[in-house]
């Protein structure tokens, strides 16, 4: 049985640096595409990105050039960094596997809230 | 940006079907796959139809989903109160460098 755990910051000041780790159990990061996904409170789904293929990433436009997505194969993680937040990147982040672009299982979940 | 449009909400009794629709356009629905997601508050989506119309394993055959041309639509039949939960579409957005878009959401609630 596959399954994800975000873990990281839940507090993040403006103009800082968001990072989180997704642990991933029961499958190989180093197969399949691996996700990070958001939803802000009251709202609805936003895709933040993906690795895959042992390191390779692609983003969503609205926030790439803040956006970076690593891969430990060692650790059988991946990561999420989202530089120079403000109040509007607070949310509930999730990471998810990707097995045929059908986001499946999903983690937990996991709140960052961007205050001073 | 694109983005797939929902109904807000969405209601029926117990027993009744209820349908909600996605819209998009050529870009993502359709030329690409839709994904449905069901939500129950404070929880993770989870993956309700994949592939226009297929079931997972385990999800009953009281889901249903459909796509044509630009939209796409997902149905309940038999609803039951433990269908009440917030749903999404999903889809591939060809334009820019690619990405994926979530629908708006609805919220459905069994009367």
């Known amino acids: 049985q596959v399954q994800l755990q975000e873990s990281g910051p839940g507090l993040v000041k403006p103009s800082e640096t968001l990072s989180l780790t997704c642990s991933v159990s029961?499958?190989?990061?180093?197969?399949?595409?691996w996700n990070w996904i958001r939803q802000s409170p009251g709202k609805g789904l936003e895709w933040i990105g993906y690795?895959?293929?042992?390191?390779?990433?692609k983003y969503n436009p609205a926030l790439n050039n803040r956006v970076t997505i690593s891969v430990d194969t060692s650790k059988n993680h991946f990561s999420l960094r989202l530089a120079s937040v403000t109040a509007a990147d607070t949310a509930v982040y999730y990471c998810?596997?990707?097995?045929?672009?059908?986001?499946?299982?999903w983690g937990q979940g996991t709140l960052v809230i961007v205050s001073s | 940006q694109s983005v797939l449009t929902q109904p807000p909400s969405a209601s029926a009794t117990p027993g009744q079907r209820v349908t909600i629709s996605c819209s998009g356009s050529?870009?993502?629905?359709?030329?690409?796959?839709v994904y449905w997601y069901q939500q129950f508050p404070g929880t993770a989506p989870k993956l309700l139809i994949y592939?226009?119309?297929l079931r997972p394993s385990g999800v009953p055959d009281r889901f249903s989903a459909s796509k044509s041309g630009t939209s796409a639509s997902l149905a309940i039949s038999g609803l039951r109160s433990e269908d009440e939960a917030d749903y999404y579409c999903?889809?591939?957005?060809?334009?820019?460098?690619?990405?994926?878009?979530f629908g708006t959401g609805t919220k459905v609630t069994v009367l």
């Open positions: 690795v895959y293929d042992d390191g390779k990433t």
């Open positions: 029961g499958d190989s990061v180093s197969v399949y595409y």
């Open positions: 998810a596997r990707a097995l045929m672009s059908s986001f499946d299982p």
């Open positions: 999903v889809a591939w957005d060809d334009s820019l460098s690619g990405y994926y878009v």
């Open positions: 050529r870009s993502n629905i359709a030329s690409n796959y």
């Open positions: 592939r226009n119309d």
